[in-house]
């Protein structure tokens, strides 16, 4: 079945530090989608990539969908306090399903 | 925020009881997911439905049922309730499947003794 692996697991940096999670499947995604989660709060969407090779960017995240489209990465640039959750790449590969991958968790230190 | 109530927010139970957890939208989308959300897991399809009696199981649906008798509301119902599905719930809904953006209700939390 659907499967993606997130890593890493967790990522403390300094503020002002930039971030990288990265999100890879063991087959090809049809899109892949971003989200957030502040602590204690619900998962918000960010965006969706369809495209092989496709970026987009967010103000400073970057979000890239790899040419065999099995993989994908957030950047954000210069972390900020506000930038503090968890992210989550969801597959959506599956008839109606989204997968999601088991997130990175982010803590910004001041 | 996209109109989706969970309830109860929190609940806690005994293990062998029975417990509901419903899901209420006022977007009239046709799609509706339950999660699971536990430390180290991430998020984890539960079940899901693309429509009105139409439901199917995700990735962790042993121990679980759902209903979908109108298109706002998504019940999910644990039979008889274990400790290892202690966890948080999260309600989900999309317009379009599995190409639209999930639209998240704020969680349920459930603790099972």
């Known amino acids: 079945g659907q499967q993606v692996m997130q890593i890493p697991q967790y990522q403390h940096v300094q503020e002002g530090e930039d971030f990288t999670t990265y999100c890879n499947s063991s087959?090809?995604?049809?899109?892949i989608q971003w989200y957030k989660q502040r602590p204690g709060g619900h998962p918000v969407f960010l965006i969706q990539?369809?495209?092989?090779?496709e970026v987009k960017k967010q103000k400073r995240l970057t979000f890239q969908f790899g040419e065999a489209k099995k993989n994908s990465s957030l950047h954000i640039t210069a972390t900020q306090t506000t930038d503090v959750g968890t992210y989550f790449c969801a597959d959506t590969s599956g008839t109606y399903k989204y997968i999601f991958g088991t997130g990175t968790r982010l803590k910004v230190l001041a | 925020d996209a109109g989706i109530t969970q309830s109860p927010r929190h609940k806690v139970t005994e293990t062998g009881t029975p417990v509901t957890l419903r899901c209420h939208q006022t977007?009239?989308?046709?799609?509706m997911y339950w999660y699971r959300q536990d430390p180290g897991h991430g998020l984890r399809l539960i079940h899901y439905s693309y429509g009105v009696k139409d439901t199917d199981k995700g990735e962790v649906s042993d121990g679980y049922s759902v209903s979908r008798s109108k298109t706002e509301d998504f019940l999910l119902t644990l039979e008889s309730a274990t400790s290892s599905q202690t966890s948080v719930y999260f309600c989900?809904?999309?317009?379009?499947?599995?190409?639209?953006?999930?639209?998240f209700g704020e969680g349920s939390r459930l603790t099972v003794l």
């Open positions: 977007e009239n989308h046709r799609y």
């Open positions: 989900a809904i999309s317009a379009m499947g599995d190409t639209g953006e999930l639209f």
């Open positions: 990539l369809v495209k092989s090779g």
């Open positions: 087959t090809t995604l049809s899109n």
